[in-house]
RNA sequence: GUCCCCAUCGUCUAGAGGCCUAGGACAAGAGCUUUUCAAGCUCUCGACAGGGGUUCAAAUCCCCUUGGGGACGCCA
């Protein structure tokens, strides 16, 4: 690689803060600036921005990284961690306290309702100041063009705070220029903070990086989304049983489209469609319906060798006590194209894994109280345990036939055989049910259930 | 309050001045299929925030209004 092409080398980076999980937003963010890095064959960075002693967590970090493998984010080299280079940033504070661009002071911290906290021992020495200038400043971002700030709106910055910690806006500036960042591909939510740091770019002479600030995820209310919209961490959709493929594809979704009508894509078709010119300068809603119709999207096209492991995840030991591997996989064959999360299998098909079924009182009493219901069931129950073989072309024969026989409709035996079984009004075909369950157990809960009619 | 960003169906979006009586997807509704529910297929509903310009022509460009969002920490 020559000098030339190394210095056009596309450098972004994703800078998370351990002070929660992966926020669906943040995990956006990180998936542009991937999507770019990847597209352009460059390098994605990853800093973790520790630099807040009392939020900063180790297990906040474990579980980002955690989240990104997940999702299939890989980045380029080790994570690089701020609280690491705390000696940079104070050499670099005090190059602009000599050249005369900034000034110590010695105040109170307060917390957040202002209140001055007395007997801090964080205050070691004095923190240091940036000198505001007086200038118009002008952004030229990568999705929203040309953006101008008055500088006489931005009070003086803090760089080192009083307990030797950089601030935000300071150690970013820092470690994009050592780190060769190229461009930085943020929230919009940033957009205020740009202006700062490129007052701190042009003190030190650094060439600034390109900007794009991404439009912001917002929640059903249009507010940003928050908890109280729902499930807001990757780690919730993960143990929610959505599939990363499609979360993937969902998100970047968000704020961004090929421009073709095409939206199922798998993540190479994405790299190769990326663009950051596309990315919508509009928040985008977030919407669960569109994210869990793309996850059955995503779940109906695996074939059954691959979900089944993927379901089996979802279910806990004695759920699969007694279930042979085939067995199982007949059974999430036929729960494919009912279920849109991963999780929601126990549940739907709770009644292949457990024998005791909970009958709601109310439907049961509905049951009891058809016309020569108890007869006409017992006949059945009769028929079928007269049957050799079990499946799903010999019970329907034998229900169809009886059915005749009594000169009723087939439904009045299939329906009661539903609830009886399976304890539910609605679900798979019930010759499906039939065979799968087996003839012992379809007549143990003929028997039980006909106790209580 | 100050500054900044934004504005196409309920939601995600297509749309780079004539291809737009505005296209697709999710959701919703209807029908077909059917033992129920799904799935599938077909159809329906549904938007350029408002007002001024510019232009032969504006969803697309400009301005104003309105409406949303974000930021104003010794948080990141």
Known sequence: MNLLQEMQEIRVRFAPSPTGYLHIGSARTALFNWLYARHLNGKLILRIEDTDLERSKKEFLEEIL????WLGLNWDGEPILQSARL????????????????????????DKEGNIIKNSKRITQKAIIF??????????????????????TIKD?????SDGFPTYNFACVIDDTDMGITHVIRGDDHISNTPKQLLFYEAFGFKAPEFGHVPLILGKDRSRMSKRHGATSIREYKQAGYLPEALVNFISLLGWAPGNDREIMSVTDIIKEFDIKNVKS????FDTDKLNWMNSEYIKALDVNT??????????????EGLDELNLKKIVKLFTIRIKTLGEFKQEAGYFLKDKLEYDAGQLLKLAQRPAIKE????FRDTLSGLNEFTILNTEEAL?????????????LIHPSRFILTGKTVGPGIFDVFELLGKDRVLKRFDRALEKI
């Open 66 to 69: 955690d989240s990104l493998k």
């Open 87 to 110: 000696d940079i940033y104070r050499k670099s504070a005090k190059q602009l306290l000599d050249k005369g661009l900034a000034y110590e002071a010695q105040g109170e911290i307060r």
């Open 131 to 152: 000198k505001v200038p007086q200038k118009i400043i002008t952004i030229n971002d990568l999705v929203h063009g040309k953006i101008e700030i008055d500088s006489s």
């Open 157 to 161: 910055q803090v760089m080192i705070k």
């Open 282 to 285: 509009v928040n985008a809603v």
């Open 307 to 320: 979900l089944t492991p993927l379901i089996k995840e979802f279910l806990d030991k004695e759920d699969l």
């Open 376 to 379: 006409n069931l017992i006949k």
């Open 400 to 412: 169809r036939n009886l059915a005749k026989e009594l000169n009723i409709s087939a439904g009045e």
